[in-house]
């Protein structure tokens, strides 16, 4: 699909001396609505705090502290001292770059420290590290489709695994967010038609803007009866979910590969791809996306690998968030707001409208609390939210503030 619009009138709107393609686009922007435009905006940590509330500067240079309700930093880490430590220890021994790709001159000390300890912490074979969880998401999908696969994916799936089925070349269809049995449906029909098929299915763990997971269990189970492998995004589950925090695909057998990001739990930044020693080797092979890439920075990787000290040492954590969690979605249905879906850390409450919901985040921002809407095309139209995110080092006393400046819930909508 083009990104630019259709025009009867190619003079329509015309800059003298405008060439065609940046008429195009300025044509394109025009038309966007207003509630539909993105625009930057700058955030600092206020003096003092764990990154708990954060300062927020417009676009006049006015700066106003507020309360993060936003970011993925779900345990605190980013500002964990042991975790810092361990960053400023590595920025000193290495620079703050690599300088290089991993094939090259790349590749440190603590980046195979890091992936052999993922390695053990998840039960996997083998762990290969990239500077981002779109990077890594591109390198996971085609490595495992080309243009003779067909691939299943969530309707909810992250954009960066769609982006990956383009770059395969490969054949798409959607299954119904977490219906086990459209996907089953949807495999037993293909394999009717063509035994040899070859195919991936891609799902979350846990979805970002839905706060949902699936039966994984389940969902490999349905894979495996149809020969088709598994790849799973762990980015928002790992250090939350699972045994231990290890993820949903921990344990489970039928998950050929799990992606993981450390921007989210582990405070730090970078991804990585965790799977069977046949697929790392495959991956360090023939990816493009691990292979022509300045490896990532040793810093960021000293701090992932102190976070996961953290996190093994700190099991109640992920279960005093989640059940936190829990008390956040009954007090907001005991407002009359709709329970947030799921039971991690992610509470998308609903609103529909892109205009209401941004209504809403300027609301909560008038009390100080930053809580972002998020509208199409990161959700379908018409299930614009407040995308509400509970965290280890909130303080206490938020969710009645919270309440308090959403006000009332509004009336259900009627047909």
């Excluded at 993820?247 to 590969?257: K, N, P």
Aim: contains cysteine.
């Amino acid at each position: 699909m083009s990104p630019f619009p259709a025009s009867s009138d190619p003079s329509a709107g015309a800059v003298p001396g405008e060439s065609g393609w940046r008429r195009e686009l300025r044509m394109a922007l025009e038309e966007m609505a207003p509630e539909r435009r993105r625009r930057l905006r700058g955030f600092q940590a206020a003096e003092g705090c764990r990154l708990a509330t954060a300062t927020a500067r417009t676009e006049e240079g006015a700066a106003t502290p507020l309360l993060d309700l936003a970011s993925n930093d779900y345990l605190g880490l980013s500002r964990h001292p042991a975790v810092l430590a361990a960053a400023a220890a590595e920025l000193e021994a290495s620079g703050l770059g690599a300088g290089g790709s991993r094939l090259v001159t790349g590749t440190r000390p603590v980046h195979q420290a890091l992936e052999g300890a993922l390695a053990d912490w998840l039960g996997r074979e083998r762990v290969l590290l990239f500077p981002s969880g779109f990077q890594a998401n591109l390198a996971a999908v085609t490595a495992l489709a080309d243009r003779h696969s067909l691939v299943l994916a969530d309707r909810l799936v992250h954009h960066s695994l769609l982006a990956g089925v383009r770059a395969s070349g490969a054949r798409l269809q959607r299954f119904a967010h977490n219906d086990l049995d459209d996907l089953e449906r949807r495999l037993a029909a293909i394999r009717l038609r063509a035994p040899e098929q070859r195919l991936l299915v891609l799902s979350e763990s846990l979805f970002s803007m839905e706060g949902t997971s699936p039966d994984v269990l389940a969902l490999a189970a349905v894979c495996a009866r149809h020969g088709a492998p598994l790849l799973l995004d762990e980015a928002h589950a790992l250090g939350v979910l699972g045994p231990g925090g290890r993820g949903l695909a921990h344990g489970v057998e039928g998950v050929a590969l799990v992606s993981g990001t450390f921007g989210k739990a582990f405070g730090s930044g970078g991804a990585f791809l965790a799977g069977e020693a046949l697929l790392g080797d495959w991956l360090l092979q023939t990816s493009g996306a691990f292979r022509y890439t300045t490896a990532l920075a040793p810093p960021l990787a000293a701090g992932a690998l102190a976070a996961l000290e953290q996190i093994g040492s700190r099991p109640a954590e992920a279960a005093e968030l989640l059940a936190r969690a829990e008390r956040w979605r009954a007090t907001l249905k005991a407002a009359g707001w709709p329970r947030p879906l799921g039971s991690g850390p992610v509470l998308p409450l609903l609103v529909g409208e892109d205009g209401a919901a941004l209504a809403l985040q300027e609301r909560l921002e008038a009390s100080g609390l930053l809580a972002v809407a998020i509208r199409p095309p990161t959700v379908p139209a018409g299930t614009a939210r407040l995308r509400l995110v509970l965290r280890q080092d909130l303080p206490g006393g938020t969710l009645p503030r919270l309440i308090e400046a959403l006000g009332p819930a509004p009336a259900p909508a009627h047909p």
